[in-house]
């Protein structure tokens, strides 16, 4: 499985665009990328994935970079719900690992007023 | 909405005292998962079930068993627990091999004495 490099942290002001990044350089063709993020003491909540195309949905955007090694989650107007722990994860879709989620470390985003 | 319930939400053990902890979806989900997620630290994959079909984690330790009686329902056995194992236990669902999110329960937060 490819592993995810993720910065520990990240602060971002309320209202204003949250930019997180992740570096996945070794995710193979048949493998996706997901973002979760998980709020303190509750259970991660999946947020957005793609393969290969950048994607867009009501919580976030997702840039994926042409050589898939990397990628970047957009909350385009974070807000203090937003502050929260964000995985990268890069999942298979075939083989004996299909569809199993190995966590990063993760990105702490807070959202400051 | 997909709901993974879990109870209860905190469980306290003794050091030695076998303890179950229940998951159970409403979606007729296919493929239920456990995680073990110590503090400050990202969610482990145990072990998963694909209907009946049950798939180990080669590191997951003989202490942790699991039984899924039906397709609703899905248990997490510690026959033995140690002061190591106290942790966060999440509980995840998705509906089949080729869908794509997984939906996680709250977790159960494990206090061990």
């Known amino acids: 499985d490819a592993k995810t490099t993720q910065p520990p942290s990240m602060d971002c002001a309320e209202g204003r665009a949250a930019n997180l990044p992740c570096n996945h350089s070794?995710?193979?063709?048949?493998?996706?990328v997901y973002w979760y993020r998980q709020i303190h003491s509750q259970g991660p909540q999946y947020i957005i994935h793609g393969l290969k195309n950048n994607e867009t949905n009501e919580m976030a955007s997702l840039i994926i970079t042409e050589d898939r090694k990397s990628s970047t989650l957009i909350l385009p107007h974070a807000t203090l719900r937003d502050t929260a722990v964000y995985y990268c994860?890069?999942?298979?879709?075939?083989?004996?690992?299909?569809?199993?989620?190995?966590f990063g470390s993760g990105t702490k985003l807070n959202v400051k007023p | 909405d997909a709901m993974v319930i879990q109870n209860p939400r905190y469980q306290v053990t003794q050091f030695g005292k076998p303890v179950t902890l229940s998951c159970s979806q409403t979606l007729n989900h296919n493929v239920m998962y456990w995680y073990q997620q110590k503090s400050s630290q990202a969610p482990k994959l145990l072990f998963h079930?694909?209907?009946?079909?049950?798939?180990n984690e080669a590191d997951t330790p003989d202490n942790f068993q699991s039984r899924r009686p039906n397709t609703s329902f899905c248990f997490l056995d510690i026959r033995s627990p140690g002061l190591g194992d106290a942790a966060m236990y999440l509980c995840?669902?998705?509906?089949?091999?080729?869908?794509?999110?997984?939906?996680f329960g709250p977790g159960t937060r494990l206090t061990v004495l």
């Open positions: 995840a669902s998705q509906a089949g091999v080729e869908t794509d999110t997984q939906y």
């Open positions: 994860i890069v999942r298979a879709r075939r083989g004996h690992n299909f569809n199993k989620f190995y």
């Open positions: 079930y694909y209907d009946k079909d049950f798939n």
């Open positions: 070794t995710i193979s063709g048949n493998e996706y």
